[in-house]
C-alpha cells in the first residue's frame, strides 16, 4: 500500500497502515540502489503519509511500522523517480 507522488523535487509518500497491532509510528528507508538505506532512514509519527524535498533521482523507498515492542517488517520496495518539471503550470 506504499505510493509516491511528485511535483518537481516535491516526494510525496502515503501507504496503508498494518491491518493489526497498535502503530505508534513508522521508519523510513531510501537508499539510491535496490535494498539500501543510503539516502535516508528516518523516524517519523504514527500518520501513514510524508512530504519532503529530494535531490532529482530514482530511490528505492521502504516503510515499516513500530510501536514500543518493536519495529514490523519492511513494506515492499517502491521505486521513486524525482526528476525536474518540464513546463511551468497554466493559466
Do not use: H, K, M
Request: proline content about 9%; charged content about 10%; glycine content about 10%.
Amino acid at each position: 500500500g506504499l505510493t509516491y507522488s511528485t511535483a518537481d523535487n516535491l516526494v510525496t509518500l502515503a501507504w496503508t497502515p498494518p491491518s493489526t497491532g497498535v502503530v505508534q509510528g513508522y521508519r523510513l528507508s531510501a537508499g539510491t540502489t535496490a535494498g539500501q538505506s543510503d539516502a535516508l532512514v528516518t523516524s517519523l509519527g504514527p500518520t501513514p503519509a510524508f512530504a519532503g524535498p529530494a535531490a532529482f533521482g530514482t530511490y528505492f523507498v521502504r516503510i515499516a511500522a513500530r510501536n514500543s515492542c518493536a519495529t514490523g517488517p519492511d513494506s515492499a520496495e517502491l521505486t521513486v523517480n524525482v526528476q525536474p518539471c518540464t513546463a511551468a503550470p497554466a493559466a
